[in-house]
């Protein structure tokens, strides 16, 4: 099944707003913001297999973006959370992210998550793709910016 980035970006599953400020408790607040909108039923199971994930694999911070994955059953589909933190949120290599973007995807959808992955990668190694996404005004405003650039 071919996957669009376009098609797995909404705006109920933006925080522009992230209060953690630390990496468990960000993960923490973006699924729970999945789990809201109907994408994950078992937020703490979800959470305990990211932090295992998390502490065996650190996901890495570059240019303020950082993209924690895990691979799940736990979700029927590719699911992406998105969170904003102006202070940003210090993850495995000890640099902070302003930019995270949680995606979650079934084990059998391994290829499909590499090119999402990919093309969310390529979108936001561009300084001013980032710049607008950080000034985004609404949800509604930064899924926008992400879907006119992809």
């Known amino acids: 099944m071919p996957v669009a980035l376009t098609d797995l970006l909404d705006e109920r599953q933006v925080a522009l707003g992230l209060r953690a400020t630390e990496k468990s408790a960000a993960l923490r607040e973006i699924s729970q913001l999945l789990s809201a909108h109907g994408k994950i039923d078992?937020?703490?199971?979800?959470?305990?297999?990211?932090?295992?994930?998390?502490?065996?694999?650190?996901?890495?911070?570059?240019?303020?973006?950082?993209?924690?994955?895990?691979?799940?059953?736990?979700?029927?589909?590719?699911?992406?959370?998105?969170?904003?933190?102006k202070p940003g949120v210090p993850f495995g290599n000890g640099e902070t992210a302003n930019l995270i973007f949680l995606i979650g995807v079934p084990q059998r959808f391994a290829s499909e998550y590499l090119i999402v992955v990919g093309a969310l990668a390529r979108l936001l190694r561009e300084e001013s793709i980032r710049q607008e996404l950080l000034r985004a005004k609404s949800p509604a405003q930064f899924v926008q910016v992400l879907q006119k650039a992809a």
């Open 42 to 85: 078992d937020v703490a199971g979800f959470l305990q297999e990211l932090n295992i994930r998390e502490q065996a694999r650190p996901s890495i911070v570059e240019n303020g973006v950082v993209f924690p994955h895990l691979r799940t059953d736990l979700v029927d589909e590719i699911v992406i959370g998105i969170a904003r933190s």
